[in-house]
C-alpha cells in the first residue's frame, strides 16, 4: 500500500491515542467535580465546565453520563490533584498536573521518566514562579463581533483576546482570579464554548535546537501517555 498509506495511518492512529487520552482526562475531571459537588450540572459550575469541554471534544454523550454515574457509585476511587515540577533537558522547566489515586505510584513514574530522559524532578513550588496561571476560553466566533466583545469582555477581567480566523475560534485570556468570573459571563451570554481550563503560561521560553527540542519532546511524550497525567506545561519554544 506504500508509504503514503503508512504514513496516513501513523496520523490517524495518533489521533485517536489523542482523543482517547483526552476522553480518559475528562471523564476523570467530571467524576471528580460530580463527587465534590454534585451530579446537577445547574447547581455544581465544576461539573458545567467539565461537560462543557467534553462536549467541546466531541466525547460521546453516554460517556459522559457514565462518568457522572461513577461519581456516586459507593466503590469509585478518590483522586487527588497533585502537581510536579522539574527540569527537562537543556534546562527546560516542566510542571506535570496529574490527578491520581495512588500518589505512590504517580510520583514514582513522573521521577523515572525525568531521569531516563536526562532531567531531574524537583521540589513543590520550586518553578511555580516561572509560570503565570490564566484562564483560556475558546469559544466558536459565528456570529460574535470582534470588537463589541472585546469591549464589553474587558470590565469582566479580559486580558487578551485573539481570533483564530482558520478555525474561526475566539480564544479569552484571563487571570486565575478572574476565571470563574468570566465563566459566568460567558455562560450567560450563551456564547458557545467549546473549552475552558486553567494553563500555566511561562514568562519567558527558552530556545533549543530542532535535535534538542526531539529529545525534550520525547520526554513531554512520556508524560503525556501516562494515564495519572492531566496537563503538563513547559517553557521550550517550539520551532513550529
Known amino acids: 500500500m506504500g508509504r503514503a498509506f503508512e504514513y496516513r495511518k501513523a496520523r490517524k ?19 471528580m467535580a460530580a463527587k465534590t459537588g454534585g451530579i446537577d450540572p445547574d447547581t455544581n459550575p ?38 510536579y515540577e522539574g527540569y527537562g533537558p537543556y534546562g527546560i522547566a516542566i510542571l506535570v498536573e496529574t490527578a491520581t489515586d495512588n500518589p505512590t505510584r504517580t510520583v514514582s513514574n ?17 518553578l511555580d514562579f516561572l509560570f503565570d496561571r490564566k484562564g483560556v476560553f475558546r469559544i466558536s466566533a459565528e456570529g460574535v463581533d470582534m470588537e463589541e466583545l472585546e469591549l464589553e469582555l474587558i470590565d469582566f477581567g479580559a486580558e487578551d483576546i485573539s481570533h483564530d480566523e482558520e478555525e474561526n475560534e ?18 450567560e451570554r450563551h456564547l458557545n464554548i467549546k473549552s475552558s ?12 535546537t530542532t535535535e534538542q527540542e526531539a529529545e525534550i519532546q520525547k520526554l513531554l511524550d512520556r508524560f503525556e501517555e501516562d494515564e495519572d497525567v492531566s496537563y ?7 520551532k513550529e
Open 13 to 31: 492512529m495518533k489521533r485517536w491515542d489523542a482523543m482517547a487520552k483526552a476522553f480518559t482526562r475528562i471523564g476523570r475531571e467530571i467524576a
Open 46 to 83: 465544576s461539573l458545567r465546565v467539565a461537560i462543557q469541554n467534553a462536549k467541546g471534544a466531541s466525547m460521546p454523550k453516554d460517556r459522559v453520563e457514565a462518568a457522572i454515574k461513577r461519581a456516586s457509585a459507593k466503590d469509585e476511587k478518590d483522586y487527588e490533584e497533585v502537581i
Open 197 to 208: 481550563e486553567l494553563q500555566r503560561i511561562p514568562h519567558n521560553y527558552v530556545e533549543v
Open 170 to 187: 475566539i480564544y479569552i485570556y484571563t487571570s486565575f482570579e478572574d476565571y470563574g468570573k468570566m465563566q459566568k459571563v460567558l455562560d
Open 232 to 238: 503538563v506545561f513547559h517553557n521550550m519554544a517550539s
Open 110 to 126: 513522573v521521577r523515572l521518566y525525568f531521569n531516563r530522559n536526562a532531567g531531574a524532578l524537583g521540589k513543590t513550588g520550586s
